[in-house]
Structures are given as C-alpha cells and as structure tokens.
C-alpha cells in the first residue's frame, strides 16, 4: 500500500482537506498514486489493493458520499474491465480518475448554468454556511451582468458564513451579515434560500451544515423557496439499504474556548433537512423534486447502486 | 428637575442597567428622589416635574413596558390623590414606588411558586438568552429537590445564554450549551421551553431576545410546549392603540468587531413572537392563554389604560 | 305604530338602506320617531310599541346585529328607567337614541386613530370589499401625511372593489385593483389586509362579505397579517346562545343577467372567517384578539347580554 | 367525622360512583349530612370538620374539578357568613348545597337549550365516549323535533359508546356505531364532534375520556368543527397555579384479561386536548372560545380563585 | 419561409387561435406547409428553415410548451433520419406531424379512460375555468351512464367558467355556478377538483389560468382531492434548465372597460400551483404523483430533453 | 378447469386463507395444480384456461394486488414464451411460480435486511395491527442482538395486535399494549412507526388496516416518522388506471355480537394513507420516497404494467 493513500486519509481525517469536493479530489489523486505505484502482479493482486485503499480512505471521515462514490467508480471501472495486464489496469484507474473529476467540474459548471438562470436582477439570495458549489453558482450570475442581494448568516461556531460574505463582497454583491437566530426576522427580505449538501439520502433528505434545517423550517414558515444546490453523486447509497446518515461531532471548544467545568457542550457538525422542506434540488440534470432522486441516480449513474 | 432623572436616563440609555426589572427600578428610584428633593409649590407644579420626568425617561430606550408602568402607576396615584400638600404627596410618590418594588418582588415570587410547579424530576427545560425571571423559577425548583436538566442556546451576539448556563452550573443543574442553530437539533429532547419577555402587545404577542420567535418556532414545529414567563406588567399599552412595538438594533461590532469594507450588519435586538406560538404565559396571575392577556391586565391594573 | 317604522323596515329589506352602519342609523331615527308620535298612555303602552317596532325592524334583515344592538340598547334603556311619564321616557328614547349615533361616531373616529398608527408611509394595504370604517381609517392614514398603496380586489359579483378604488384615487393613494381570484398572487405585495365585518361571533368568527374567508386564508398561506376592522356592537348576542349566524342568498342576476336554463346559480351574500386566521379585531377598545371578544363586549357593553 | 363522608369517598375511589355530575352531588349529599350531624360547638370547630371532610373526599379521585369546585363553594359560604350560630351554619351549608345543586340543574339545561340550537334537521353528530350532558342536549334537539343522526365512536377499553349508541336509539335517533380507529374514516359524514369533559384547565385545554383527544386531531385535519359540551365548573382552578392535571391510570385487565405474561398494558383513563382543536365550549354562560375561559370563569365564579 | 409559418404566428400572437391544444395543432400544420412547399436543396437547408420556422413560432407566444415539444420533436425526426433526399424528409415532417397529432388525440382519448373511473355516481366535481381535455373527460364519463354534478366558478375577467357550464348542461350535468371568491363557501360539496394545465414544470408546478393556485389552496384548506388533467407534453424542459415558467399579463380592459384615471389594474393571465397542492396528474400513462414527472417524461419522452 | 382453482378461491373468499402473502402463494400453488392437470390442446386454450382461473381467483377478493400481481405475472410468461407444446408451457408456469415464490422469500430477506439497519438499540418502534412482513424485519433486528421496545396497539375488532405483541414477547422484546384510541397519548414515547401494506396506489398512497390512516395521522402530528414496510409487488396498477381501491367491509358481530335493535354498525377493513404521512416505504429496492414508487416499479417490475 503506498503511502499516499495512508497520507491522504490522515489529512481528511485531521480535517487539512475540507469541503467535499476537496475531500473527493485528494483521494481521487491518492489512488491514483496507488495505481502508478502498484507491484501487484494480476488483476486480482490490483483489486485487493484497491480494496484496502477503499477501507482506509472511508474510514477518514464518516459522511463523505462525494468521496465513496468516486473511489466506487474507480474500482467499478477496474472491476468490469476486459483489460488483464496490471499496466493497462493501472491506466483505466488513471483515466477513470480524470473522468470522474471531468464529470465534477462538468457538473459544477452545468449547475452554475442553470442556477444563475434562476436569480434576476434585484433578487436577494439567503445563504447558510459557505458551500462553494453555490458561491460558484452566484459568482456566474454576477458574470451574466445580473445585480442581485445576498444575505448571509455568521454560521456559528466556525463563521464560515463570513467567507461567504468575504467572497460576494469581493464579487461587488451587496451583503448582509447576521446572527444565525435572525434568520426568522430577515426571511421575508429574501427572494429564495440557497444552500450546499454534504449527503443526500435515499428518502431525499439532505445532510449539510448545522442550521441547515432550521433555516429550511424558517424558510417554509415564510413561504420563502429553499432549494438545494449540489452535484447527483452527493447521493448516499448505504442510506438506500438501511444505514442512517451518521453526524459528526466537533469539538467543544469551537464553541467556548474556556466552558466552566461541568458544562456539557454539544457540536453537532451537520443536521437532516426533510424533502418536505426543499423545493428543488439544483443538481447537473436540472432542477428536481428531491422525491425523484433515486430515479434520476438510477438513471444517470447506474453503477452507484451496484 | 433634580439631577437623579437625567443621571438615570443617561445611564439606562448607555445600557449600563440592563434588563426589564433593573431598568424599572432604577426608574422608579430616580422619581423617588426627585419627589423628596421637589419644590414644588402646589400639586399641579409637582404633576408638571413629574411629567417632564417621565418624558425624559421614556426616551432613554425604546421598549421598556415595565418602566413605563412603574411611572405611569406613580404619577396615577398623585393624579387621583385628594391630598393638596406637596409634602404629603411627595410621600404618595415614595409609598406608590415602595408598593410598586413590592408588587415586582411578589411577582416574582408568585411566578415561581407557579412555574417551579411545572417541573418535575428529570424533566430537561431548553431556555434562550438570559432572564432572571426564568432563572429565579429554576432556582425556586431547584431548592425544592427537584432534580432537572436545562438545554442554553449560548444566544449571539452577546452570548447571555453562557450567563444562564454559569447561574445553572451554580445550582448544580445538568447543563448542555448548543449554539443557536442547533435548536432544532436538540428540540427534541426538552420537555418545554422557559424564557422571558421584553414586552407584551395587546394581541397576545410578545417581544423578546432576537431568537426567541425562531425557538418558538422550532418548538412549534417539534410539538414541544414553549412557555413565556413573565410579569403582567410587561404588557405594553401604547400597542393596544395601534403603535408598532420598536425593535432596537444594535451596534454591529457584537457580530463582528472588524468586518470587512462594505459589509452591512443587521443587529436587531428583539424580535416577536406570534400568540399562535405559545403555550402560556406564566404570570403572577397564574399561566394563562395569550390570547386573554389584556382583559387579565383590565382586571388585574386597570390604570394602565387609564 | 307610526308608519315610520314599516317604512323603514321596507326600505332596509329592498336594499334602499345598506351598509351595517347606515341600517343601523336609519333604524333608530326610526324610534325616535315613533317615540315622538306615540300615543302610547304608560310605560307599559310605550314598551309594547316598542317591542312591536323591533319585531319589524329585526325582520327586515337576517344578520344586522349593529342595529338590532341600537333597538336593544333603546328599549333596554327605557325599560331600566325610573321615570313614569311617557313624555319622559320619550324623551329618553330620543336621548338614548342620540347618544348610540354618537357612540357610533366616536367609535369609528377612535378605531381610526387606533388602526392608521399601523400604516406606515411604503405600507402596501390589502383590502376586499367596500367597508366604510376601513376607508375611514384609511382617509385618516392619508390625512395624518403618510404615503402608502392599496390593492383592491374587484369583489365579484357587484364590484364593492371598484368603489374602494374610487375612494383611494380621490385621497391621492397608489392603487391597484385585480380580480379576486388574483389574490394569492399579488398577497406577497401587500403588508396587511384590512376587511370590515357585518357580524362577530361568540366563537370570535367574523361575518363579511363573500371572498373574505377566502382572503383570510390566503393572507395566512402568504404569512401576511389580516385584521378586521369593526365597532365591537357588531357583536352579535344570539350567536353566543347558540343561534348560527344566517347567510343571506341573493339574486342570481348579479351573477349572470342572463344564464342558460336549468343552470343554478348560487349568490351567498357573505361567509365565515375562523378566529385563526384573524391578527386581530381593530375596534373602539384598541387592537384585540378575536378569542377575547366577548369578555371585551362583556366589559364595554353590558347591557347587549341582557 | 360522620361516615357518610368516608363512605362516599370510598364509593368515590371504587367507581361505584362515576362520571363528574354524579360524583359532585355525591359529595356535596355527603357534606350535608355531616353538617346535619356536626356535634362542632362553635365556627372554628364546624370549619375545621369541613376541612377534613374536604380533605377525605379530595383525596378519593385524582381529577374531580365539579366535585372540588362544589366542596369549595360551600366551605367558601360558611366562612364569609357572619353568622356565629352553629345551627345557622349548619342550614347554610344546606341551602349552599342546594344553591349548588340547583345551579347544576340550571346549566344542565342552558347548555342544552343552547347547544340544541346548533343541530339542525339532517346534521349529523360524531361522539366519543358517553357524557350526560352531551345526551342531555342531543335529548333536547330530538324533543325540540329535529331529526339528526348520530356517529359513535365504541370507546375501548370499557365501551362506554355503546351507552351512547342505546340512549341514542331510544330517542329513535339514526345511529351508527364504529371502532375508534375508524374515526378518520367516518369523520367527512359528521357536520360536528361533541363530546364532554372532565376538567378544563387554565390555559383552555380539555381533559376529557381517552380518545377525546385522538378525535379531536381526527376533526382538526378533517376541518369538522370540534366543541366541548361543560359545566363552567369544571374549570380546575390548581391548573392555573402550576399544577398539571393528573392522568389516571386504570386497570389492565380492562384492557385485556388474560394478557400474555411480561406483557405492559398502559391504560390511561383520560387525555389532554389543546384548546387549539376546539371551536368552542357550549357552557351556561353560552358558547366560548376556550382561550377565554378563565376570564369568564373569573367574572361568573370569582369565588373559584379565592 | 413560407407565409404560414408568420401567418400562423402571427394568429397565435393576436389570440385567434387559443388553448394549448389548438395552438400546437395549428404551428404543427404550419411546419406541414412548409415541408410541402419547402426548395431546400438538402437536409442542412431544410433543418436551417425549420429552425428559423421554430424561432418565429416559440416567439409568437411565451408559455406553449405543448406547442414547443410538437415542433422540437418533429425537428428531432428530421434530424436523426438516415434519409438524404429532401423529399423523403419533407414526407417524414408530414408524418412525423401525422404522429404527433395522432398522440394527441390518443392521450386525450386515454385520459378521458383513466379520468372517468375516478367519477362516481353522484360525484360532484370542482372546475375552474375551461379545459377541453377537461370537459372531454366529463363528457366521457357522462357518455358510461354515470350521472354528477358539477360546481363551475365563473373565472373572472373573461367568464370561460361560462363556457364550462354550457358544455355541462349540454351534456345533461347538474350545473352549479359560483362568483370565484365562493370557492371556499362551496369547496366542502364537492367531492374533488379537475383543472388543466398550461404548463408543468420541472418540480412538478402547475401553470394554469389565474385563480388555478387559489382554488388549489381551498381544496387543501377543505381537505378536497385536487387532480390535473393534462398531457404530459405540457410539461416545460426549459424550466427543467432554470428557465422560470413566463407569466403573461393581459389587457386591463378584460377587468374594466372604463377604469378611472390613474387606476393601476393588473391582469395576469396565468398562475403557478405548487406540486403540495395537487394529488395527481391525470395523464396518458396513468395517474402520477407530480413529484415523479420529470422521470415519467424521461420514460415516455426522452426526446424532449434533447 | 381443475377444482383447486375453485377451493383457492373458495377459502380466500371465506378468510380461511389471510394476509396478503399467503393469499397469494396460495393463488401460486392453485395455478401450478391447473398447469399439471391440464388437459389443453395447445397454447391458446392454456391460455384460455388460465384466465379463467385468473377471473375466478381475482374475483374472490376485492383489494388483493400481490395475489393478482402473481398471477398476471405467471400468464405473462406463458403469452411471452416461445414454446408451443403444452407440456413445455405447464412446465413454464411452474417454473415461473418457482420463480414468483422465490423472489417473494428474497424480498422479505431484503427488507428485514434494510428495515433492520433502522433499528438501533433502545429504539421504541410503534406498530399497528399484524403484518408478517414488519414482524421478520423486528425479528432480524433482534437475532441481530439488538435490545428495542415496541408499543402495540390492540387493534378493534379483531385485536390483531395481541398476535404482535405475543410475538414480540416470544422473541424476548420488552412489548407494551395500549387501545388504538391511546396512540396520540403513547406517540411521543416512540422513534418511529412501523406498518404493513395491503396495497400502494398509483399515487404513492398505501391501502391497510383500518386505524393505519390514523395513526400515520397521529405519528405526523407527533412529529414521529411513520414507515411502510413492504415488497413493491403490492403496488396496484389498477389505480394507475383510474379505478378506486375498494375497501371491504366486514361483518358488524366482529365488532358487537348482540347489538341493539336498529343500530347501524359499520366495519371497514382498510382505510387509506396518503403519501404526504409516509416517510419512506422500506421494499426490496431500499428505502424509498411513496412519491416515486410508480417509477420503482416500471424499472424493477415493468411487466406489471403490461
């Protein structure tokens, strides 16, 4: 096993990679590695290897469904080949990579297309947390010459809703910063709600950032659209087959550096917004109902269900 | 005017006394002075420095009801007093502040002999932001034996709600702290939610800590009971005849103390929360439905609508 | 019995008198006079005369509680008097008479000093039908130098909607007339809704012209506040014993001059809108909860259960 | 102590006597005959026996609003009399018995009269469980000559819908009798749902018969108009100071009498419906909203909150 | 470019032609024209005047996506043909042209099947507005021996409400015409509701004549089945991509001839109805959860995400 | 025709054969009898003769699609087939309800499979009525060795639910037994609901005992997610094609032995679950949306709608 893939799943795991897209990337690049690197003898030998890569980059980080369906694909690709020399195997790996990452940029640029087709000019965009699928998304709109309003909330306890307002003001979007809990006071202001995904869940669920639900139930009491922006293969398939979404917790102390003793603080990294509340999900194949998505996963990427 | 008003007002307005009950306080002890140090010739002179008080202290801040009150109350009993003398009705304004502080003592209490009821062992009580109200009612359930956890949003910007978790961690409650976002997340776990209010309007609604209408809107949605606790002498008259509560918005460096150039900052202090929302309030009259709130205040002070 | 009140009551049933005020103004001019005519030899005589006239006037319309409140109201007073000489009691009738329409006036004048703080300049008023009060609140609004909008729905089938109209262009507002079926449309728009109301229930229901149930629910659906605009004598006595509120049927005409045969037309006169959907009842006793409507009736005017 | 008050609370917790109505006369009978024989030589004396009887008879049931209300009222007379004499006393309690009893009658009736009036000729009424006042009034609207039909619910575990059913068919009423979990499915063919109660508490919910609040969620989605046929007095006034009302728990085996071993049967007697599932309460003072109650209460019964 | 295509659009443009059904027969013959008299020389020629056929057509009218699927998949045909001879490929416009119209007619033929089942004997069903593929089913329905009623609203400005209930009456149906804002008073009789559709959108929206989305609120309000009858070739693959689902704005002289000055009136002639309110769409493959329609259409019609 | 065709259906008929999986193996097994004892000449009288036992066995039971589903699917392979001797086609359909039989086992093993990954130790999952299917998936979850409670409710009129519940304690399950009326008062004691199915609907609505619309209700209101358990052969393709789902009505004794004179009991079998209360349908393909079944099927089970 070379080291990269060991590497690699350090670094997710200790968080040097974020973002599921990154996450997706370095491990889509640490088998690839394995596959320029291999001394396996047969086919056989190769998937073995692959395998083990597989364990070691899922144990990284419990809800990474972008990063598993990548390493699924790769080893789909190896496993279907006619292909019997390692070298050409080793090669498909090289080119299923490249694919797969093709497809990625592919898809955040289709989803980008079709978004920004959404905001007009005089539009004001809700946003929670900072997912980059959907400031790319904004950042296209701008590009299209359209004048539009953003309103971000801080995104407690790590602000990643600051850089979200640091990249739209650099875009020269007008852009309101508020506490999370204001997000029921300003909703009315908001033309729609957009936010990423880190998961998507056979029932149409989405998993994503903490708050993400509760700005979605605030969205729905102001009758305000929320929709969903992110790639298909944010689809999880072990929820398919019974397994719930696990929901990482963090540390205490990016809450309150110095609690007093005893107190027990509770960190959440993400939460479940139900497909009730989410009027369409924004993904490569158009906007869709997120009750249909198994059919269109179904239909776009068979493989993820095998 | 005796320098005690313009001392009082200057300080209520420079937020160096906080809270509701404070604020009234220090209120009703700054008439009191100036009804001892008056030289007022006769009753209408006495009824002219009162009003100018009570005009300098309503302006200090936007939304006090309970200071209103207080004031309201005491230059009432000077109005329909039949006593001609300066001297005895200087005292009228000592002995109707003394009574008014007792009536807020007794409430206090009442209310918490009330609430505390509404506890039982191992219940788990989620509360936003600070109020002594609230705590005073656990404190009082506390001394009782009872044995009950408290769920705190920590309540951004100022983060009161490490205040109510250090005052439960004192008494030796179980206490979790969860950012704001997350009240959604752990909703379910609370047997009902306890805060305070700011202010009462004649429709039933009440005007609290920026928050508390999305708590009570996530309570709503989780079937939890969500009770406001509070004196009936928070209800603001003046919205019985139409006028909009005022919601304060404060200083945008609590959000962040050195945001970037162009950046707006939205930092409301209050927000309101819908009759519809809430379960009852828990007053010294006893726990009582929203919607009933001013014929239970006609009863109860008619004066305040005199 | 003066011919007075037959007339009266003719004119009130072919709609020669209409509008819950005007039926209401036109039925006590009608007592007093037959109280200046009579002939009547005691108290006794009198109150039977009395009696007879509120028979026939009750009978000329199925839901006129304002004016069957005044009749109650008149009789009620003489019935409690101490004097004996029909001179006298007449002349009470006259007086109590006068002193109804006064109330009357004050009340309209107070409920729109009350609901004009409420508009604010930009405020975008939703209104259906043609209410007297509410376009007195509104001059009121207009008068005081605030500058806001109406929506008005048409109101099919006699186009109450365009009266409104006219009386908004006159005061100088931005006004906007739609069908009434665009009402979920264009409800986003509009920062309240403002209706009059014919009838309130002992439940807290309002009774108003047909389409406003239909409003109120989609005022609720749009999250847009609904507040009914009314002098609490609207209150009607016999709901609260139990008697449904009766919904008149009109002439088919109204709907389509001339229909093909064998089609029915149904023309209800007016409908229900549920307490849910109501903020609040804006009336001579400030802004109120329609759940606590009869205790405020109760309070004010006593004498309307007796 | 005479016996009667220790037979009849014993009567009271065996079930010999059941249902709200019938146990307050049984207590009240009681209380008469122990004033009858009181050998107490002075007030004090006689007050001090009253209190243990009250005592006695409060500790027979859980959730006796009427009952307590009834003994309360009675005690109450005697210690505002100013009657010194213990025979004065003694035929106060009488008479203040009978007043009480009376009053019971009274309400009976009004509620009747005025609960008969909302039937009309081809209404169809869904009921669960059996209450005499509701068959009381249904009795009323059949002799007033409305014909009407009735759904009952057989209310398991002890089949009290059967009695509704029987009495209902001898009135000669069209009735039809249902499994309780088929409500949902029969609940479009009910025009309303009456059904009775046990104790109304502070914030206007009902405590009424298990089921009753199933059924009112039943009638709430399926937009059939819910109301709760009471006494006034069944307003339980501990629930205004923080008291829940408690949910008796009954015997298995009512349930299932040769259950399985290790089997948990949970058998509670009674349910909580939220005031938010009922368009009204049909009491002596007329039909109410049940936000309203304690205020009506207070104006009708002061002497409950003493 | 032969003269029928401008002629055609130009009659889609003035509202000659009307109804979706009626503007894709009349462009699909206008496309026939031009094969027939087509002088390309070869099948790039032919495929450029198609497209500029295409374009005048799309412009002539802003939501006709039944109109825009016909002529994309007769362009589609021509495109993936072998054929080399512009003869040949003008013969295959023509029955391409031939099979999309016979489709049309089999899918209202099939709906009219599938609709008619739901219809009982003495079913009373709600329409708004007028839909031929509407009426066709009731007409079927009545044709089996079935006998209903029906509830029309009057659909204000232009009365196609009208138009429904000659049709019915034609047919022998219990017609029953209502002003649009009874909807509510009269949405508890009626058993469920059949409308049309304009257009279906990508998250399963409904775009159909203004009122549509109201009528579709007060059937959910009245828990009354609300169904669409349409072709799935309504459904709109340019929403699919972002694109919202125009709303054309009519004259304001259809809602008042003689309007004062100054008088703002707006007219929109469509509104959307969100995919919660609709139970089903009825259409040729079945009756469909509007969640699921962009994976039926993918099923049935792949060619229109060409 | 060979007699078990008739004896199937007989017992069917008289419920001496019950739940949807044994009716239809037992259909299975009459149709292997037919296809061994055949006496046909050729392929077109086989075929005669297996629609005549379709007609016979279909109509013995009104709501039974996974019996019919069985049975169309058997014939389908017949029709399909090539062969033409009658030997080689009796030996098909035996193989085909082999395969029929096999593919039911599979599925059950596949939904215990997924449905168990849901259950997580100290769960409390609530279950209504008997299904076999639910009862294998709480089995597998227990061999499994995790340690859960589950709530029953009893189920009138045939208390199916001691038959789960007695299971459950077999199985070691700590099981607690409540009224069907009690299940808003236990809902919130549970993590989710577990239910069977007699049939799913066209539109993603699931058909099964009566009190499972209630509950579904009930688990909504409660905030509880509510899950169907079963395979996707009980989808019914006759509601995709507009007919209604018949409900059976069963015999009133089932519910009262003796009833009294004239009353009408009513006994409903099933009742009907929309898709808006169900979470997720747990089937052979995983856990999916009710909203997209109809697709599920078209791609698992295209035959179905042949």
Not at 84 to 107: H, I, R, T
Not at 140 to 167: D, L, N, Y
């Amino acid at each position: 096993m070379p080291k990269s893939i060991q590497t690699t799943a350090a670094k997710i795991k200790r968080l040097e990679v974020q973002g599921a897209r990154n996450v997706a990337i370095a491990a889509i690049k640490a088998i690839e590695s394995l596959a320029k690197e291999t001394e396996a003898k047969n086919k056989k030998q190769l998937l073995k290897e692959l395998s083990e890569a597989k364990d070691i980059l899922f144990s990284s980080r419990e809800t990474e469904p972008l990063m598993r369906n990548a390493v699924r694909w790769i080893i789909n690709q190896v496993e279907k080949s006619d292909h019997k020399k390692v070298g050409e195997l080793a090669e498909m790996v090289s080119s299923a990579s490249q694919q797969f990452l093709k497809n990625l940029e592919d898809s955040q640029e289709r989803i980008a297309e079709i978004g920004s087709r959404r905001i007009r000019t005089n539009s004001t965009i809700f946003a929670h947390c900072h997912s980059s699928t959907v400031t790319y998304l904004l950042k296209r709109a701008k590009q299209e010459g359209k004048s539009f309003a953003v309103i971000c909330t801080e995104t407690r306890p790590v602000f990643q809703g600051r850089k979200t307002a640091e990249e739209m003001l650099e875009l020269g979007v007008k852009t309101t910063l508020i506490v999370d809990s204001a997000a029921r006071f300003f909703m009315n202001k908001a033309d729609f709600v957009l936010v990423g995904a880190d998961a998507i869940t056979s029932e149409g669920n989405v998993i994503n950032k903490i708050g993400t639900s509760m700005t979605a139930l605030v969205a729905h009491e102001a009758r305000t659209p929320f929709y969903v922006v992110s790639e298909l293969l944010k689809f999880d398939p072990v929820t398919m087959y019974g397994d719930y979404e696990k929901i990482e917790e963090r540390s205490p102390s990016e809450i309150w550096e110095n609690p007093p003793k005893d107190l027990i603080i509770r960190n959440p990294a993400f939460d479940v917004t139900r497909r009730d509340f989410i009027h369409g999900i924004i993904c490569e194949e158009g906007i869709i109902s997120p009750h249909s998505v198994i059919e269109v996963v179904h239909r776009k990427y068979p493989w993820v269900f095998e």
